[in-house]
């Protein structure tokens, strides 16, 4: 494993202790929780960085960078949900744009056809990761700073659609077959 391989690995790892943080009842768990958060999502621009400098690319990052997101992102939002802190629409919305573009993914992929991270979804997880530190610390206008944060997970998961529309298609089967 290489070094952007550690710390895609890292995120996944720190998930459940930023969990554990937001459920144990102890004074200023919030702060430990947005912490941990907040380093599990740094990891997320890191590894790609380090991957990029160092010229490592490997098959793990390519799969379990996106898993580790999802795990990261959806067990917070799960957890807040569960916490009373965020409505189930707003998970069930992210949710189902992040099972969306995984499928959608996976469909390119057996086609041979790479979907990357568009402009749209790197600002789509940058808004998650603030929405959801504010809400994990109690910010006054976290729920609004949420609420953009759900415009532009759907806006992106249209914006991902568009383009890789032809991914969706049934492929055209050549004539001389």
């Known amino acids: 494993m290489k070094i952007a391989d550690y710390l895609t690995l890292s995120r996944i790892i720190l998930t459940p202790v930023c969990l554990f943080f937001l459920f ?6 919030e702060i430990y929780a947005a912490t941990i958060f907040i380093l ?5 621009g ?3 960085y380090v991957a990029r400098r160092r010229k490592e690319s490997s098959a793990f990052g390519k799969s379990f960078d996106p898993i580790a997101d999802k795990i ?24 189902a744009r992040e099972v969306l573009i995984t499928a959608l993914r996976f469909k390119a992929q057996k086609r041979g056809l790479s979907v990357a991270a568009g402009i749209w979804g790197k600002v789509k997880t940058f808004s998650q990761i603030i ?9 006054p206008g976290a729920q609004v700073v949420l609420y953009i944060a759900v ?11 568009w383009k890789w529309k032809k991914v969706l298609l049934p492929q055209k089967k050549d004539p001389k077959d």
């Open 40 to 44: 599990a999502a740094l990891t997320d």
């Open 72 to 95: 990261l992102i959806g067990g917070a939002l799960y957890s807040l949900f569960m916490l009373g802190k965020v409505s189930g629409w707003v998970v069930a919305v992210i949710l």
């Open 24 to 29: 144990i009842p102890m004074e200023h768990k």
């Open 151 to 161: 415009f532009l997970t759907a806006f992106s998961g249209l914006d991902y659609l």
């Open 131 to 139: 929405a959801i530190t504010m809400v994990i610390l109690s910010v």
């Open 46 to 48: 890191l590894d790609g």
